[in-house]
């Protein structure tokens, strides 16, 4: 079975400074999808990022990268220039590489993060 | 809607009660799945339909949960005889069914049972 593993339950940052959090997951298979999701306070999860797993480049979008290490299978989140607003639960997720949508996500437990003014 | 709406926000149960959640997705989602979010924890999956299909119910707990969809749009999960256990926060998300990505979820309705 697959498992995803946040090692972090908190984290804090400087506003407009840098912070990575960390994922680490665990899977026999090798076409699959990874996800962060931010939950603020509302509790909706809000898709930040996503990674293919055949795709060797790391996914961007804007302030928000990853470092996607296939072979370590760890999938980092990096928040540049941090904000006020990013203040939230981030969660990793993973999806098998299933044709369609049929496939559910599995969760890490999530990295708390403040944002410090 | 422009978005997936659950219904209610808050529910309080007393033990042994039953309840019913309501999930009303993005028209046209084929997709749509239930998550349970315990307090301070990643949610977890319970439960998947594809339009008025439930292919896949190996996340629910036991046999106290039960999930339809029955004109392949609006969801209800209903949780019988509630227990403290059941205690959490209840997601629904749908897709179009054409991506492995795309999940829009909902708000979530927070249960406890006292």
């Known amino acids: 079975a697959q498992t995803v593993t946040q090692s972090q339950p908190e984290m804090s940052v400087q506003e407009a400074e840098t912070v990575t959090l960390s994922c680490t997951y665990d899977?026999?298979?090798?076409?699959?999808?990874l996800f962060w999701y931010k939950q603020p306070p509302s509790r909706q999860m809000i898709l930040v990022i996503r990674?293919?797993?055949?795709?060797?480049q790391n996914a961007t979008e804007n302030r928000f990268s990853v470092n996607f290490q296939k072979a370590a299978k760890s999938f980092s989140l990096k928040i540049s220039d941090s904000q006020l607003g990013d203040a939230a639960m981030y969660f990793c997720?993973?999806?098998?590489?299933?044709?369609?949508?049929?496939?559910?996500?599995?969760f890490g437990k999530g990295t708390k993060l403040s944002v410090k003014p | 809607g422009a978005g997936v709406s659950q219904s209610p926000r808050y529910k309080v149960a007393k033990r042994g009660q039953d309840v019913a959640l309501r999930c009303d997705p993005i028209s046209g989602h084929v997709s749509l799945f239930w998550y349970q979010q315990a307090l301070g924890q990643g949610p977890e999956f319970l439960t998947y339909?594809?339009?008025?299909?439930?292919?896949?119910k190996s996340g629910l707990p036991s046999d106290r949960f039960f999930a339809e969809r029955p004109e392949g749009s609006v969801s209800t999960l209903k949780i019988q005889r509630t227990q403290q256990e059941d205690s959490a926060v209840y997601l629904c998300a749908s897709s179009t069914g054409l991506l492995p990505y795309g999940y829009t979820f909902g708000s979530g309705t927070r249960l406890t049972v006292v």
């Open positions: 997720a993973y999806r098998r590489g299933l044709g369609g949508s049929q496939g559910n996500l599995i």
């Open positions: 339909f594809q339009n008025e299909a439930q292919l896949d």
């Open positions: 899977t026999s298979e090798s076409d699959y999808y």
């Open positions: 990674q293919e797993a055949y795709k060797q």
